[in-house]
């Protein structure tokens, strides 16, 4: 099968481009990326007016399977991930079993092989039963697929184990995600700690409850010459640990998610559960040092965080509420619209956020329109403009705190090994 993309703004960070150009895709792979190509033979995409990318990745998404299909599903998550832009997810373990052994690795691998319709790479997990108490068996994980190990959910309190990890994914080159939290500061806490929590009566997480233990991992990274990866940050000073830590050579990357770019603990005054989130949403300063730290580099990629929910578990008091918001199918178009519209980033800098950043810090070999790469394509439509509606989500999850929000800019068309997967939103 051949397809040619006409006349649309290819940009592809990793290799420099940024014009208007035509891409041919034969047999699933980029046969060619240059200005107008004659071929007569295949099928024609017209993207004039669109924005033509290497296929986007979120690195960080809860797709839910096995144990708590209720939420998710892979079938439901992948379609959601593949309406929304991305042509790759990485999923988080904290499932049922959790993703600690191969034999749950290749389930998940050769679930999304059956039901999937973009790439779906497992993430396992740095503790036995993500207890905290015993390392995994790393070289079982990698050799069943996974692209990176992560107690994401829970943090590992224990820092001789986490340094324990760190040594032994070295020896695979395999980062390790880190869910920064120290539990004694966080328990039972609904929101940011500070002038609104006190306003809304709702407990506070404190900003030192996550910046403790990103300090604690860049250390240990420091110490075992170890790569760790810091998921979900969320405050300035965990971007001025990261920020130092990079400049004296230290191996750590880092990913923000797009409501934590957005929107700030003042939205929680509703008592919308949707709001509810962990890392909570924080005040306008970390907001802001969340998007100087994306433009200078601090910052490797955007992740979602994707956390569906059944309506059980946020239809209830704020307190008894789960954490997490379903992001898949508006994290693209938020960016699109509060970020790139507004003129904070240009379109190279925010496909890199999705492509050849996140790549990067995986070690995978996707994230560009390279001759002979898998021709997994994202193409945006920056005139779009639409309205947030749950009801239309592919995710059985319809916890977002942006229903109802009018946003310009989303992904037009989505293409994964050279087929069309999704276009305008809907599955193809």
Wanted: charge should be negative; glycine fraction near 8%.
């Amino acid at each position: 099968m051949k397809l040619v993309i006409k006349g649309g703004r290819v940009v592809d960070p990793a290799n420099d481009i940024d014009a208007v150009m035509d891409v041919m895709i034969e047999d699933g792979l980029i046969k060619a990326v240059e200005v107008n190509i004659l071929d007569r033979e295949g099928t024609i995409i017209d993207a004039a007016g669109k924005i033509v990318c290497p296929g986007f990745i979120d690195m960080h998404v809860h797709l839910r399977e096995p144990g708590f299909e209720y939420k998710e599903d892979i079938a439901s998550g992948t379609r959601a991930a593949a309406a929304g832009g991305f042509t790759t997810v990485c999923c988080m373990p904290n499932t049922d079993p959790v993703i600690d052994t191969a034999a749950v690795a290749s389930f998940v691998r050769e679930r999304a092989v059956r039901s999937g319709v973009v790439n779906v790479l497992p993430i396992g997990c740095i503790s036995k039963r993500q207890a905290g108490q015993e390392i995994t068996e790393m070289a079982d994980l990698v050799a069943a697929g996974c692209v990176a190990v992560t107690d994401d959910g829970r943090p590992v309190s224990d820092a001789a184990l986490m340094r324990n990890a760190l040594e032994y994914a070295k020896m695979f080159d395999l980062p390790v995600l880190s869910h920064c939290e120290d539990l004694s500061l966080s328990r039972d806490g609904q929101m940011h700690e500070g002038y609104h929590s006190l306003l809304y009566g709702l407990k506070g997480i404190p900003t030192a409850a996550e910046e403790i233990m990103v300090a604690r991992d860049i250390i240990l990274a420091e110490l075992t010459k170890s790569h760790v990866h810091i998921c979900h940050a969320s405050t300035r000073g965990s971007m001025n640990l990261i920020r130092a830590a990079k400049l004296r050579g230290v191996n750590v990357t880092c990913e923000v998610t797009p409501h934590h770019l957005i929107l700030t603990d003042e939205i929680v005054g509703d008592y919308d559960t949707d709001t509810k989130v962990n890392p909570p949403l924080r005040s306008a300063e970390h907001l802001e040092a969340l998007r100087e730290a994306l433009l200078d580099g601090t910052v490797n990629c955007i992740a979602t965080d994707h956390a569906p929910h059944h309506p059980e578990s946020k239809d209830c008091e704020y307190d008894l509420a789960a954490y997490g918001i379903s992001g898949l199918e508006t994290a693209v178009a938020l960016i699109m619209d509060s970020l790139v519209d507004k003129g904070i980033l240009d379109w190279s800098e925010m496909v890199e956020l999705f492509t050849i950043g996140p790549a990067e810090v995986l070690g995978i070999d996707k994230g560009t329109l390279d001759i002979g790469a898998d021709a997994d394509i994202t193409i945006l439509d920056p005139l779009a403009i639409k309205t947030v509606d749950p009801a239309l989500f592919h995710s059985k999850g319809k916890n977002t705190p942006f229903k109802g929000r009018t946003l310009k800019g989303w992904p037009w068309m989505t293409i994964v090994k050279g087929n069309v997967v999704a276009q305008g939103g809907s599955l193809v």
